[in-house]
């Protein structure tokens, strides 16, 4: 198990180091000039010149970018051009509450996606499989910022039931913590919680229909154990496929909603870095952003390994 | 026409491509359609609630919310149509020409897509447009760059799986060139998997645009588009000014479901077997 998952991180080192090279090699060819943006519009020639000397903007880009590269393997992302803070330390405190919203968001698209799509399947065409494929059918078109706006202006404002934004550290308690993600994270969640939702109901209904289901029912086992101990499992196959292409759209929501709702996430790090052109914390935003995707799709394969023993034992 | 007969067994389908039609004649007819410019300003009648006059209300400039959608329309249509037919045409050569060559050119271009794939979506669309600064075409570049690596993914396992067929060998034994085979036997058969992507990757284009240009990185204001109207509404959902953001956010919804549920509507069309058992149809 240990060698898989060794095997799976290391294939993932091609891919990485070509992320580094896409950021790097991209943010170099971006207009404004990092001298420029770190001393504004009012510092001489001369200042300028200085500081392209002592960023080494002068030589060539396989010297920086490899100089690069060391720096970051030991984490160390430079400091930002505007609040001369450590972009680790930057990172650090956003990175925590991106994870925090996007982790929230997948349990409640779990929460939400397995049992509406199982009882969709089990009581096909009744009312509630009814509800549920039209829920499901207007959530996988609905945009995820839209819904926060919606969110906002109904529940919280409106109704009053839940704080219209700000982050709650889990410090202030578990409840508070809660209520200050809860609309959050359930308009990242809406949309990949009706996707799979749908995914669910017909993996699941396609598994009821096998023999194997036929054959439990002919021995005169009780539906739900037919359901929970025969179906399911094999019915999860297909779904967990996709759970690690959502985690990316969760990441992604997350970083648009944490704007919306006024959380100090990546989100609003990474904008308000590129507005202002403070590139060495663009590129530790995206990086690191790339690393956590490819980390949690490993995690993914893992699991998905431990459902399917086909998989574990080639492995 | 009988190309279109199998909308009529799949109403939901057929409402897709009304709604999608109604959002494209009114992006062409934007001008003559909105009932007011959509830049004019009614200082007079700053944030009203919709009433016979201004249908959709009116924006903190007192502008008619309607006719800036409508307007809207243009952008969010014709851009992500833009950005989709580049990511189409580049993806698809680069996918057939990876999968049809194979060997290292293979290896070389999946591993480099591999690492678009890497990045969840928008942050690679918040970075690129970080990168390249803020303009309309960049917006389309952008879009397509991030929906490059699913049409290549598609054609190029299509390349795979046709290229050894009887029929492209005996082209390639009459002496058909390599790019002769990809043009005229493997696009075909990438036709039908791609009309689907096609109709997907839009709404995605769409839902790309939108976010950017919600962020303020996107289409710059003040042009007129859905997530531009959002992003400016955004500061009003605290006082209750509902319509700023009901409309623009209802467009965008209209047009993701369409073509999403046109997608689904061709998917099952063009392979019936993908379509889920007892879906009730």
Same mark, same amino acid.
């Given at each position: +198990? ?12 091609? $891919?990485?180091?070509? *992320? ?7 943010? !170099? ?74 982790? *929230?968001?997948? *349990?409640? $698209? ?28 207007? /959530? ?19 109704? /009053? !039931?839940?704080?219209? =934004? ?10 508070? !913590? ?25 993996? +699941? ?39 690690? +292409? ?6 992604? =929501? ?11 996430? +990546? ?6 870095? =590129? ?6 914390? $663009?590129? =530790? ?12 799709? *490993? ?17 | ?41 009614? @200082? ?87 990168? &390249? ?35 492209? &060998? ?32 839009? %709404? ?5 645009? %939108? ?38 956010? &209802? ?14 509507? @061709? ?15």
């Amino acid at each position: +198990m240990a060698r898989f998952i060794a095997r799976r991180l290391l294939f993932s080192l091609p $891919v990485l180091f070509g *992320v580094t090279v896409l950021i790097y090699v991209l943010l !170099w060819f971006a207009p404004g000039d990092p001298a420029l943006s770190s001393l504004g519009i009012y510092a001489t020639p001369e200042q300028l010149e200085t500081l392209r000397q002592q960023l080494d903007l002068d030589k060539p880009i396989y010297v920086l970018y490899m100089r690069w590269l060391g720096q970051i393997v030991r984490l160390d992302f430079g400091v930002s051009l505007i609040t001369k803070e450590y972009v680790s330390t930057l990172i650090g405190h956003s990175l925590s509450i991106t994870l925090q919203l996007t982790a *929230v968001s997948m *349990v409640m $698209v779990l929460l939400i996606a397995f049992p509406t799509g199982i009882i969709s399947a089990v009581k096909r065409n009744s009312i509630s499989d009814m509800l549920s494929r039209i829920f499901s059918l207007l /959530g996988i078109s609905m945009p995820n910022f839209w819904l926060a706006l919606l969110f906002i202006t109904f529940i919280a404002v409106g109704l /009053g !039931w839940f704080p219209p =934004g700000g982050y709650v550290s889990p410090d202030k308690g578990f409840g508070p !913590w809660l209520r200050s993600l809860i609309l959050p994270a359930l308009s990242i969640a809406a949309a990949p919680a009706s996707a799979l939702s749908r995914m669910v109901r017909a993996s +699941m209904l396609d598994v009821l229909s096998k023999d194997y289901i036929r054959t439990a029912r002919a021995k005169g086992q009780r539906e739900r154990w037919i359901v929970l101990r025969h179906a399911l499992r094999n019915s999860l196959m297909a779904p967990m496929t996709i759970i690690g +292409m959502q985690v990316g759209y969760l990441m992604g =929501g997350a970083i648009i909603v944490e704007v919306i709702f006024f959380f100090p996430g +990546m989100g609003r790090l990474l904008l308000e870095a =590129g507005i202002d052109q403070d590139y060495s914390v $663009v590129q =530790g935003v995206a990086l690191v952003s790339a690393v956590a995707f490819i980390l949690v799709n *490993v995690l993914v394969d893992f699991l998905y390994m431990l459902i399917d023993p086909r998989i574990r034992d080639t492995a | 026409m009988h190309r279109f007969w199998w909308l009529r067994n799949d109403p939901l389908a057929l409402i897709g491509l009304i709604v999608l039609a109604i959002l494209a004649l009114s992006a062409v007819f934007a001008a003559q359609i909105a009932p007011f410019d959509p830049t004019e300003q009614h @200082l007079s009648d700053v944030l009203k609630p919709p009433d016979e006059i201004y249908r959709f209300g009116t924006d903190q400039f007192g502008r008619d919310i309607l006719s800036r959608v409508i307007h809207g329309t243009q952008i969010s249509l014709g851009l992500g149509s833009l950005a989709v037919i580049l990511a189409v045409a580049a993806g698809t050569t680069i996918g057939l020409a990876a999968g049809y060559i194979g060997g290292r050119v293979d290896e070389f271009i999946m591993r480099v897509i591999d690492i678009f794939f890497a990045f969840p979506p928008i942050v690679l669309a918040i970075f690129l447009m970080a990168t &390249l600064g803020p303009s309309l075409l960049n917006v389309v570049i952008v879009v397509a760059l991030v929906t490059i690596p699913q049409f290549t993914r598609i054609a190029r396992s299509v390349a795979i799986s046709e290229r050894n067929q009887d029929y492209v &060998l005996a082209a390639r034994a009459m002496g058909a060139s390599t790019a002769s085979v990809l043009r005229r036997h493997l696009l075909v058969n990438a036709f039908p998997p791609l009309a689907v992507q096609v109709t997907v990757l839009l %709404a995605d284009a769409i839902l790309i645009e %939108a976010s950017l240009s919600f962020l303020g990185i996107g289409v710059r204001p003040p042009t007129p588009t859905w997530g531009g109207i959002l992003s400016a509404g955004r500061d009003y959902v605290f006082t209750g000014f509902w319509w700023f953001t009901v409309f623009p956010g &209802l467009a965008i919804f209209l047009a993701v479901f369409s073509l999403n549920v046109l997608g689904d509507g @061709l998917r099952d069309f063009i392979d019936p077997t993908t379509r889920p058992r007892g879906a009730g149809k």
